[in-house]
């Protein structure tokens, strides 16, 4: 009787392990900073905080240059009166599961070329290159150029946004409604998952509401 609850006591702990490895597989933690305040969990139904990313030394891109609450205007609207869906996912380039999403993710960004989507990735590579091990961490345009993927990176130099998203983990995806609505969130890269599928299935009902 012993020997039978000593097997499945290492039959649970080896299920536990099992677990840890895949999730360590999946996403990995950001490390925390000396900020104070609590993270803030956004999910689906919430509205997206605005934000002001650089695009280029002394060039930011807006999010209320593609979409804003029911009833405001865009920022531009003159030069840019269209709403966008807006995709946004957070990344590294010391990441390994954003690598294997970036691929799947170039797909659906391509996919959807010509129409009203926006897709951007938001790079902190630079927000946590001072933290131990990640001081040697790739510049993330030349290192996703090697790799082919051909998206707008938008860089989160000092991790504002990350912290505006509550976003702890990596990589973390954000589907955006033409009005400022998220309306899909995404923790990690599992592999087996129909990632373009159901981001191509979201987007393109989106693209149809009014």
């Not at 000593?6 to 392990?17: E, K, Q, R």
């Not at 009166?81 to 390994?96: L, N």
């Not at 998206?151 to 509550?166: E, N, S």
Request: one cysteine or more; aromatic letters at 10%.
């Amino acid at each position: 009787m012993m020997e039978s609850k000593a097997g499945w006591g290492l039959v649970a702990v080896g299920l536990l392990l099992t677990g840890f490895i895949q999730a360590q597989d999946s996403s990995v933690s950001i490390p925390k900073d000396n900020g104070n305040g609590e993270t803030v969990e956004l999910k689906a139904g919430d509205l997206a905080p605005t934000w002001a990313i650089m695009a280029a030394p002394g060039k930011f891109e807006f999010l209320r240059n593609w979409t804003v609450a029911r009833g405001k205007p865009l920022r531009k609207p003159t030069t840019q009166p269209d709403r966008h869906v807006v995709v946004m996912s957070f990344f590294a380039t010391w990441c390994k599961p954003c690598m294997k999403e970036l691929p799947h993710l170039q797909k659906v960004y391509e996919h959807f070329q010509g129409q009203n989507v926006k897709f951007f990735l938001v790079d902190i590579t630079e927000a946590t290159r001072s933290n131990k091990g990640f001081e040697d961490a790739p510049k993330a345009k030349p290192f996703l150029t090697e790799k082919g993927i051909t998206m707008p990176i938008l860089y989160d130099i000092r991790g504002v946004t990350k912290k505006k998203y509550g976003v702890e983990t990596l990589p973390r995806l954000f589907v955006i409604d033409k009005y400022q609505t998220i309306r899909l969130t995404k923790h990690g890269f599992h592999d087996g998952e129909d990632f373009e599928g159901e981001l191509i299935s979201v987007i393109s009902d989106l693209l149809q509401e009014e």
